[in-house]
């Protein structure tokens, strides 16, 4: 089944840069739209970034102009660059698997959810 494993997360400065990578894998003949969420303490999941299949992306406005999500098709990673970090970016961050292109049994990895990584921002 898809496994996502996501890292690159840790704590940094305000101002400062992180680069998040979400590795996919356990899945042949299929390609998916791809997403970032993240969940600050006490508050709901929220939206942060999607890629698609033309390439297109999406961002959340908290984050326009700040972050910038890519994917690199050859090893099944999603990067999320994230520049000018501010304190209100910590958060634990997911990437998901969102709509499934390829064969049939392709829609089983849709909605799939990566474990996490922490990513904390200092004033």
């Known amino acids: 089944q898809v496994q996502l494993v996501e890292s690159g997360g840790g704590s940094v400065q305000a101002g400062g840069s992180l680069r998040l990578s979400c590795a996919a894998s356990?899945?042949?003949?299929?390609?998916?739209?791809m997403s970032w969420y993240r969940q600050a303490p006490g508050k709901e999941r929220e939206f942060v970034s999607s890629i698609h299949s033309d390439g297109s992306t999406m961002y959340a406005d908290s984050v326009k102009g700040r972050f910038t999500i890519s994917q690199d098709t050859a090893k099944n990673t999603v990067y999320l660059q994230m520049n000018s970090l501010k304190p209100e970016d910590t958060a634990m961050y997911y990437c998901?698997?969102?709509?499934?292109?390829?064969?049939?049994?392709?829609?089983?990895?849709?909605?799939?959810w990566g474990q996490g990584t922490q990513v904390t921002v200092s004033s």
């Open positions: 998901k698997t969102e709509e499934a292109y390829g064969l049939g049994y392709c829609t089983y990895g849709s909605g799939i």
């Open positions: 356990g899945y042949t003949y299929c390609s998916y739209d």
